[in-house]
């Protein structure tokens, strides 16, 4: 018989009480995925907390421009400190271990920071452009939450839902219309951002070829990471298939990957960054002060 309170998929009693899909990996195959997400994680909260404190300690860095390699620090963190550690043991695990209210406000993190953090790689904007791309980006991340909060994801396939899920699974459904409409949003919107970006830096490439390589390598990861998280995203619904959890799981952890490499990149392209990251984790800037310190032409050994 088909009951509508029972899952359809098989279901196990694992870690004392959580009711979750049966997980296939070894103790030695989980240890190993485990260390690789605890140095993902690690590497992502350290690189962006020295992206902001770079902007906010040194005049040098404290440009328009920059204000918005500071949202995408701030959400790149986020990332980092909100998404990544609870996803990496449900990863590891195949198990949701934090309650069923914390599993939507997860899902709310982890999609809104993602594409938010996306969001923030325009470059060289006007003023009334940066308070505009600001404002969307982060009342996107409020709007979202009160979507997932709220259920509107799920509204109308309820029963599919509990069929097709284990209780403690924590996965993430969408019915077809919320389907469209994230698409459009984090989707669509993000794509045409990234074309922009793109025909600016193509615009700048003669004159400014070296300064602008960090732009161009990250608008081409968080194309990349955007289009794999989404696509797989959108098609469920739109498509009416289900795709493999370790798909999923790519697709989830391409995406956060992309927070850990931004500061990465801005290390390794940008020798103002570059320096000033050498100056705070050197602990120079704790025995003088650094704060108007020329930082592209800083050779390290003074001002």
């Given at each position: 018989l088909h009951n509508e309170s029972f899952p359809s998929v098989l279901c196990v009693v694992t870690f004392a009480t959580f009711n979750c899909t049966p997980s296939q990996m070894t103790n030695v195959e989980r240890a190993l995925l485990m260390g690789a997400f605890t140095i993902a994680v690690a590497t992502t909260i350290t690189g962006n907390m020295l992206t902001i404190s770079s902007i906010l300690y040194f005049r040098q860095l404290q440009t328009r421009t920059n204000v918005l390699a500071l949202s995408l620090a701030l959400a790149d963190l986020l990332v980092g400190l909100l998404v990544m550690p609870f996803a990496s043991t449900r990863t590891a695990y195949g198990c949701w271990f934090y309650g069923r209210t914390f599993c939507k406000v997860h899902t709310w993190f982890d999609y809104t920071l993602c594409t938010s953090s996306i969001l923030n790689l325009a470059r060289r904007v006007t003023g009334a452009t940066l308070v505009a791309?600001?404002?969307?980006?982060?009342?996107?991340?409020?709007?979202?939450?009160?979507?997932?909060?709220?259920?509107?994801?799920?509204?109308?396939?309820?029963?599919?839902?509990?069929?097709?899920?284990?209780?403690?699974?924590?996965?993430?459904?969408?019915?077809?219309?919320?389907?469209?409409?994230?698409?459009?949003?984090?989707?669509?919107?993000?794509?045409?951002?990234?074309?922009?970006?793109?025909?600016?830096?193509?615009?700048?490439?003669?004159?400014?070829?070296?300064?602008?390589?960090?732009?161009?390598?990250?608008?081409?990861?968080?194309?990349?990471?955007?289009?794999?998280?989404?696509?797989?995203?959108?098609?469920?619904?739109?498509?009416?298939?289900?795709?493999?959890?370790?798909?999923?799981?790519?697709?989830?952890?391409?995406?956060?990957?992309?927070?850990?490499?931004?500061?990465?990149?801005?290390?390794?392209?940008?020798?103002?960054?570059?320096?000033?990251?050498?100056?705070?984790?050197?602990?120079?800037?704790?025995?003088?002060?650094?704060?108007?310190?020329?930082?592209?032409?800083?050779?390290?050994?003074?001002?």
């Open positions: 791309m600001l404002v969307l980006c982060w009342s996107g991340v409020v709007a979202y939450g009160l979507a997932y909060l709220l259920e509107w994801n799920i509204a109308g396939i309820e029963d599919s839902v509990q069929q097709t899920t284990c209780p403690d699974n924590c996965p993430v459904f969408m019915n077809v219309q919320f389907a469209l409409t994230n698409t459009l949003c984090a989707y669509v919107t993000p794509m045409l951002l990234m074309l922009a970006a793109y025909a600016n830096v193509y615009a700048m490439a003669r004159a400014q070829a070296r300064k602008i390589s960090i732009a161009m390598l990250q608008a081409r990861s968080a194309d990349a990471a955007v289009r794999s998280r989404w696509s797989v995203a959108a098609s469920e619904p739109l498509l009416g298939y289900a795709s493999d959890p370790v798909v999923w799981e790519v697709a989830n952890w391409f995406t956060y990957i992309n927070s850990t490499m931004n500061p990465i990149l801005f290390a390794a392209f940008n020798r103002s960054f570059r320096n000033a990251f050498y100056l705070i984790v050197s602990g120079k800037i704790m025995r003088g002060s650094y704060r108007g310190t020329d930082l592209f032409s800083f050779n390290g050994s003074g001002k």
